[in-house]
């Protein structure tokens, strides 16, 4: 199984893998109408980048390590400051896409299909990454970069729409509501180990309980 590494783009598989298995009511419940078409295969593939690789944990199986991405869109009308264009010269892809350098969230490793394009180079990286932290408050200001350096980075930030925008605001939350394929079986996920940590819980008790009653009746 290939491992993720940050800086590269993979394609979001549409077959996607769960501990937990939802009904069909279930998921229609759970996922967004924009995921669920998706997921049907009623639109266009969809991209990420990833940041963060999985770690990688005694105990835990392969299959659900999670990996944290940046979402990539086709939809390169909405650029903003925050949503960062990069053209396919830059990412080996067909088209341009924007980077939604807001929209960093974990993801199951199996439900990415396939590595694509070219892997995203350490000097567009830690921008995306310094952009997404700006906007967070987590950095006082951007890093210092000219307009030449931006060209050459393939990013555009020539009268960039605020991410306050009312049509940029939009487009995030057709973006979040989309991202249900991802976020969702990371939830399950979730759910699943505390499941499994109580049961072993409920075991261990059980065991003791059963190994003091055995003391009681040998004295």
């Given amino acids: 199984m290939l491992m993720p590494q940050p800086g590269e783009i993979w394609e979001v598989s549409r077959s996607v893998q769960s501990p937990l298995k939802f009904s069909s009511q279930e998921q229609q419940s759970l996922y967004s109408l924009a995921a669920q078409t998706f997921l049907a295969g009623n639109s266009p593939p969809r991209y990420v980048m990833i940041v963060k690789e999985p770690e990688l944990s005694i105990g835990i ?4 390590l999670i990996v944290s991405v940046m979402l990539l869109s086709a939809e390169t009308n909405f650029i903003s400051d925050v949503d960062l264009l990069i053209p396919g010269e830059i990412s080996g892809l067909v088209q341009d896409f924007l980077a939604e350098t807001w929209h960093i969230i974990p993801a199951l490793v199996c439900n990415l299909l396939q590595p694509v394009g070219k892997r995203i180079s350490r ?7 310094t952009v997404r932290d700006y906007h ?4 006082c200001q951007l890093p210092t970069i ?4 931006i ?9 960039l729409r605020p991410a306050n925008n009312s049509k940029i605001q939009d487009f995030h939350q057709v973006e979040e509501a989309w991202s249900d394929v991802l976020t969702v ?5 979730h759910t699943y180990l505390k499941s499994i940590k109580f ?20 004295d």
Wanted: proline share 2%; aromatic share 10%; hydrophobic share 35%.
């Fill in 61 to 64: 199986e392969e299959q659900w």
């Fill in 146 to 149: 000219s307009e030449s350096e």
């Fill in 123 to 129: 000097q567009i990286y830690d921008y995306l990454l």
């Fill in 199 to 218: 049961t072993n819980t409920v075991l261990d008790e059980a065991l003791q309980l059963e190994q003091d009653l055995q003391l009681d009746i040998d």
């Fill in 151 to 159: 060209q050459f980075l393939g990013l555009t930030n020539e009268n």
């Fill in 185 to 189: 079986p990371v939830g399950a996920y």
């Fill in 136 to 139: 967070h408050g987590l950095v």
